[in-house]
């Protein structure tokens, strides 16, 4: 019996010495990334041209482009192109749908922004379109150039005015440098000054594609000697369908040369007063005013 029992034991203490080992697992460090080899290794966002497959200019929020990799293996977004890169309201796609230039804020150069066309229906391609109730603002244009008021006759660059149009916004004579420009200065009482603004919406819009700006000052409201209000101005729109600006002004000095009610100032385009009119003559002699000051901007 004692012998069957060391017989079982010795076998017992035989298949434990004889069992596998338990396996060891040796934790090896991740090889290193090296930058340069074309390999996307852990780390690293890009590797020469390896790239992460989700990884482009627009998953990272730009319009376009093409995405890069630097030297060091850091992405390289310079060539991406941002969404509104010039500020000016409109995204880049729809710069391209307009024709518009992504990188300027106003392509046409008439001082109102891609966006703001767009937006309101007019070309931001043509310094000669520009959104109902807004008007061209060239005055830095103007001051780059130099403009200064010389004088007030004939050949002279007219000392800047400011005047207040029908919507209550400043409006300057310089910020319209580029244009010819057809100032008509009359009052609300005068007679002429109504028969003149019968036909001057007419008179604009055969123009406007050409780069003509109408702007009629109203020095005086219904009662000569007295300045014309908001409520006159206003009033006068909307008797004559007038889509041009129409102003007031609250300096009279400014027009202290006016002696005859109405006088139509043209300038040409580098603000030139090119003639002086008094009273209304007609349909006929102004636009034949307006034919020679285009005619004198253009050659």
């Known amino acids: 019996m004692r012998a069957t029992l060391f017989a079982a034991f010795g076998c017992l203490l035989l298949a434990a010495a004889c ?16 930058c340069g080899n074309g390999t996307l290794e852990l780390g690293e966002v890009c590797d020469g041209a390896t ?26 977004v310079t060539a991406c192109i941002v969404q509104d890169e010039d500020q000016d309201g409109l995204l880049y796609h729809d710069e391209l749908a ?25 070309d931001p391609l043509n310094a000669y379109s520009w959104p109902p109730g807004m008007w061209p603002n060239r005055l830095e244009a103007a001051q780059a150039a130099g403009l200064t008021g010389e004088g007030t006759a004939v050949g002279q660059v007219r000392p800047n005015f400011v005047v ?47 780069g003509v700006v109408f702007v009629e000052v109203l020095i005086d409201g219904p009662n000569p000697g007295k ?29 202290f040369d006016i002696s005859s009610l109405p006088t139509f100032l043209i300038f040409d385009r580098d603000m030139q007063l090119n003639s002086i009119s008094e009273g209304w003559g007609g349909d006929a002699a102004l636009e034949a005013d307006i034919n020679n000051a285009i005619f004198f901007s253009d050659n």
């Open 19 to 34: 069992a596998d080992p338990e396996p060891t697992i040796i934790q090896e460090d991740p090889p290193e990334a090296v």
């Open 51 to 76: 790239l992460a497959a989700q990884d482009s200019c627009v998953s990272r929020g730009f319009a376009d482009g093409q995405i890069g990799c630097t030297s060091d293996c850091q992405l390289d």
């Open 98 to 122: 307009a024709g518009s230039d992504p990188t300027l804020y106003d392509t046409d150069g008439d001082g109102l922004s891609d966006g703001i066309e767009v937006t309101n229906g007019s």
């Open 164 to 210: 207040t149009d029908q919507f209550g916004e400043a409006l300057s004579l310089h910020q319209l440098y580029g244009y010819v420009v057809v100032v008509s200065v009359g009052a609300v009482w005068c007679g002429p000054c109504n028969l003149a603004a019968q036909t001057s919406e007419a008179a604009f819009q055969k123009f406007v594609s050409q």
């Open 227 to 255: 300045a014309a209000t908001a409520s006159d101005i206003e009033k006068w729109v909307l008797k004559y369908g007038l889509t041009f600006p129409v102003a007031r002004t609250d300096n009279q000095q400014d027009f």
